[in-house]
C-alpha cells in the first residue's frame, strides 16, 4: 500500500503534475493552497527548487511580478513598488518554487498497485511516460505505466510510439493526470488508459486506489486480493 495521503494533496500532486515545468511558484503555494500545501511538502511530493527573482508586487492588486534584487545591507531580497511608493521587502515564500518529485509519485502508485520494488520504475519517455512494474488484478498479472500531459499530440503520439516496443503483459493499464476525455481508448499491447482520480476509492478520506474500478476500466473478474507479483 502506497504512503497515506489526503485527497486534497492528491488533487495538488496532479495539478502539478500537468504543468510543463511541474513547478509550483512559491507565491501561489502561499495564496491558493495554504493547508494543503505544508501537508505535500511535508510527504515529500514538492521539495523546494531553485530561487526566483521574478516576483508579485504585493503592493500592486493586480499582483504584476516584478524583478526583485539583493540588498546587502538588509540580507534579504526587495523591490521598489510605485504602489507602495518605496522600498517593498519580498517575503522568503514569494522567492521559493517548489517542484513535484516524480519519483515520489511513482512510489506512490507502485504501493498502490502493490508492485514489487524490487526494480525502479523506468523512464518510457523523457519527462512524459514511465513504466511502473507489473501487478496481480484479480487472477491477471497487468503491466502498470504512468503518464502525463497526454491531451497534448507530442507527447500522445510518443507515448504510443514508445508502447509499441514495450508491451508488457496484457491488458495493462496507463495511468495518468490528464484531465482528458480519454474513455474506452485502447493503446498498443490493449493497455487501457485511465486517470488516476478514476481509480480512487470513492468512500475514503484519503486517497486510495480501488482495485475494484481498476478491474471495471480492464475489463477483468477476478478475486479482491491484490497479491505482490516480482517484475
Same mark, same amino acid.
Given at each position: 500500500?502506497?504512503?497515506?495521503?489526503?485527497?486534497?494533496?492528491?488533487?495538488?500532486?496532479?495539478?502539478?503534475?500537468? &504543468?510543463?515545468?511541474?513547478?509550483?511558484?512559491?507565491?501561489? @503555494?502561499?495564496?491558493?493552497?495554504?493547508?494543503?500545501?505544508?501537508?505535500?511538502?511535508?510527504?515529500? #511530493?514538492?521539495?523546494?527548487?531553485?530561487?526566483?527573482?521574478?516576483?508579485?508586487?504585493?503592493?500592486?492588486?493586480?499582483?504584476?511580478?516584478?524583478? #526583485?534584487?539583493?540588498?546587502?545591507?538588509? !540580507?534579504?531580497?526587495?523591490?521598489?513598488?510605485?504602489?507602495?511608493?518605496?522600498w517593498?521587502?519580498?517575503?522568503?515564500?514569494?522567492?521559493?518554487?517548489? !517542484?513535484?518529485?516524480?519519483?515520489?509519485?511513482l512510489?506512490?502508485?507502485?504501493?498502490?498497485?502493490?508492485?514489487?520494488?524490487?526494480?525502479s520504475?523506468?523512464?518510457?519517455?523523457?519527462?512524459?511516460?514511465?513504466?511502473?512494474?507489473?501487478?496481480?488484478?484479480?487472477?491477471?498479472?497487468?503491466?502498470?505505466?504512468?503518464?502525463?500531459?497526454?491531451?497534448?499530440?507530442?507527447?500522445?503520439?510518443?507515448?504510443?510510439?514508445?508502447?509499441?516496443?514495450?508491451?508488457g503483459?496484457?491488458?495493462?493499464?496507463? @495511468? &495518468?493526470?490528464?484531465?482528458w476525455s480519454?474513455?474506452?481508448?485502447?493503446?498498443?499491447?490493449?493497455?487501457?488508459?485511465?486517470?488516476?482520480?478514476?481509480? @480512487?476509492?470513492?468512500?475514503?478520506?484519503?486517497?486510495?486506489?480501488?482495485? #475494484?474500478?481498476?478491474?471495471?476500466?480492464?475489463?477483468?473478474?477476478?478475486?479482491?486480493?491484490?497479491?505482490?507479483?516480482?517484475?
Amino acid at each position: 500500500m502506497g504512503q497515506r495521503i489526503s485527497k486534497s494533496v492528491f488533487d495538488l500532486v496532479s495539478e502539478v503534475c500537468e &504543468t510543463d515545468s511541474r513547478r509550483l511558484c512559491g507565491s501561489n @503555494l502561499v495564496d491558493h493552497f495554504p493547508e494543503v500545501g505544508p501537508l505535500a511538502v511535508k510527504c515529500g #511530493a514538492l521539495r523546494q527548487g531553485p530561487t526566483k527573482t521574478s516576483v508579485p508586487d504585493r503592493a500592486n492588486h493586480e499582483c504584476r511580478s516584478i524583478t #526583485a534584487e539583493w540588498d546587502p545591507e538588509t !540580507n534579504r531580497y526587495r523591490y521598489f513598488s510605485l504602489h507602495a511608493r518605496g522600498w517593498v521587502t519580498v517575503p522568503k515564500d514569494d522567492l521559493l518554487t517548489w !517542484n513535484l518529485d516524480i519519483d515520489w509519485l511513482l512510489l506512490w502508485i507502485a504501493g498502490e498497485f502493490d508492485v514489487s520494488l524490487r526494480t525502479s520504475p523506468k523512464t518510457l519517455v523523457e519527462n512524459h511516460l514511465w513504466y511502473v512494474g507489473i501487478s496481480r488484478v484479480g487472477h491477471h498479472q497487468v503491466s502498470v505505466f504512468f503518464t502525463r500531459r497526454l491531451h497534448l499530440g507530442k507527447v500522445y503520439d510518443q507515448v504510443v510510439d514508445a508502447l509499441r516496443t514495450k508491451s508488457g503483459h496484457s491488458p495493462g493499464i496507463l @495511468l &495518468t493526470t490528464s484531465k482528458w476525455s480519454v474513455r474506452n481508448i485502447t493503446f498498443p499491447g490493449e493497455h487501457r488508459v485511465a486517470t488516476l482520480q478514476s481509480c @480512487l476509492a470513492d468512500d475514503h478520506s484519503s486517497a486510495r486506489i480501488d482495485m #475494484a474500478h481498476v478491474r471495471n476500466i480492464l475489463g477483468v473478474r477476478g478475486t479482491e486480493d491484490v497479491g505482490r507479483i516480482l517484475d
